[in-house]
C-alpha cells in the first residue's frame, strides 16, 4: 500500500465536513455537535487562507481517507500544533495513520524546522494515545477535566515530539511500516 500526503484544497470541502461529523471521529472531538454547512464552510474557507495552519488528506491508494494537520504554526518555526483522524474505520489499525504521522513529522521538522511538535487527546482514546507514542511521542502531562463538551469534563493527554525524538524514532516508524507493507511517498 502507498500512503501519501495531499494538501486539502477547495475540492476536498464536503468530504472535510462530512468526515469530521462521522460519530467515529467526532467522540474523540473537543465539540461534537454536528457540524452545518455555514459553520463548516466559514471554517474551511478561514483554514485555506491561514498561513499557520497546514492540512492534508491522507490518501492510501488513491483513496483520501482521513486527514493530518499542523495548526499554529509560528513565525518564528520554533513549535507547532499536530493532529490527525483516519475517517474511514477499515482503514484504520494498518499502518496508515503511522505513515501519515511520518510524512506530516518530515514536513514539520525539515520543511517548516519547527523544533518541537505538540497535540493533545482525551485520556480515553487510547487507540490514539498508542499510535503517538509508537511513533516517538511523549507525554508531557495530564490536564483533568480541561475541556467541557456538553455536560460532560473531558480530561487531556498532552504530549509532545521534539526534532530530536523523531531523528530518533524514524527508522524504527518506517521499519514497522514496511513490515506491514505501507509506503511512504514524499
Ligand atoms: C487514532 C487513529 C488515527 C489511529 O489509527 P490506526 O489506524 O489505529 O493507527 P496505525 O495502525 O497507523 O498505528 C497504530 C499504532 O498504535 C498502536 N496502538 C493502537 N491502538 C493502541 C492501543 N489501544 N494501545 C496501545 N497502542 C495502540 C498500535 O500498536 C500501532 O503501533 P505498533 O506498530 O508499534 O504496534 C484512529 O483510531 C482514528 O482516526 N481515531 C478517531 C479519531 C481520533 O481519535 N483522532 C485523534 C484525536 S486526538
Redesign the pocket.
Known amino acids: 500500500m502507498i500512503v501519501e500526503l495531499v494538501r486539502v484544497s477547495l475540492a476536498d470541502k464536503a468530504s472535510l465536513r462530512e468526515w469530521r461529523n462521522d460519530p ?2 467526532s467522540k ?1 472531538m473537543y465539540t461534537n455537535h454536528e457540524i452545518g454547512e455555514e459553520e463548516h464552510n466559514a471554517w474551511f474557507e478561514a483554514m485555506l487562507a491561514d498561513e499557520s495552519r497546514v492540512y492534508w488528506k491522507i490518501v492510501a491508494d488513491g483513496i483520501a481517507v ?1 486527514a493530518v494537520f499542523l495548526t499554529d504554526v509560528s513565525n518564528q518555526g520554533s513549535s507547532c500544533e499536530w ?4 475517517a474511514d474505520v477499515n ?8 505513515a501519515a504521522c511520518a510524512l506530516s513529522f518530515r514536513y514539520a521538522f525539515k520543511v517548516l524546522a519547527v523544533d518541537v511538535v505538540k ?4 485520556v480515553e ?4 494515545i ?2 503517538y507514542e ?1 511513533v516517538g511521542y511523549v507525554r508531557t502531562g495530564l490536564q483533568t477535566d480541561a475541556v467541557k463538551r456538553d455536560n460532560e469534563m473531558l480530561s487531556v493527554v498532552t504530549l509532545e515530539l521534539t526534532r530530536d525524538s523523531w531523528n530518533m524514532s524514524e527508522a524504527n516508524v518506517l521499519q ?1 511500516l514496511s513490515e506491514k507493507g505501507v509506503n511512504i511517498n514524499g
Open positions: 467515529a471521529v474523540w482521513g493532529g490527525m483522524y483516519l482503514a484504520r489499525g494498518k499502518g496508515i495513520a503511522q497535540c493533545e487527546a482525551v482514546n487510547e487507540n490514539a498508542g499510535l509508537s514497522k
